[in-house]
């Protein structure tokens, strides 16, 4: 079955960069839309970044645009989030799903695969 393990989060002070990774294994990675969705203490799972599984397209959470870029490597089997400009409500464990062909790729509902998550926390 698919299995997904992230990477790469840590703490980082307010303004900084980090690069979380997701690598992908036990199917075709080429034929799923991936995702990273966050999630805060006493709150539900959001979606943050999507991309489909040609590729071609993305969407982003409004909260993040034009400050985090979600990306592929079909080589590899890994998607990644660079996270630039980071807040203090960026601060989350940030999960990475996987939709066979999926084409609504920031609803939750799509995603039946996840990985453990990686937490990211932003300090002030």
């Known amino acids: 079955q698919v299995q997904l393990v992230e990477s790469g989060g840590g703490l980082v002070q307010a303004g900084g960069s980090l690069r979380l990774s997701c690598a992908f294994s036990?199917?075709?990675?080429?034929?799923?839309?991936m995702a990273w969705f966050r999630q805060a203490p006493g709150m539900e799972r959001e979606f943050v970044a999507g991309?489909?599984?040609?590729?071609?397209?993305?969407h982003y959470a409004d909260s993040v645009k034009g400050r985090f870029t979600i990306s592929r490597d079909n080589a590899k089997n890994t998607v990644s989030l660079q996270m630039s400009s980071l807040k203090p409500e960026d601060t989350a464990v940030y999960y990475c799903?996987?939709?066979?062909?999926?084409?609504?790729?920031?609803?939750?509902?799509?995603?039946?695969?996840w990985g453990q998550g990686t937490q990211v926390t932003v300090s002030p």
């Open positions: 036990g199917d075709i990675f080429r034929m799923y839309s």
């Open positions: 799903g996987a939709s066979l062909w999926g084409y609504d790729i920031s609803s939750f509902h799509e995603y039946k695969n």
């Open positions: 991309i489909t599984y040609s590729g071609v397209s993305t």
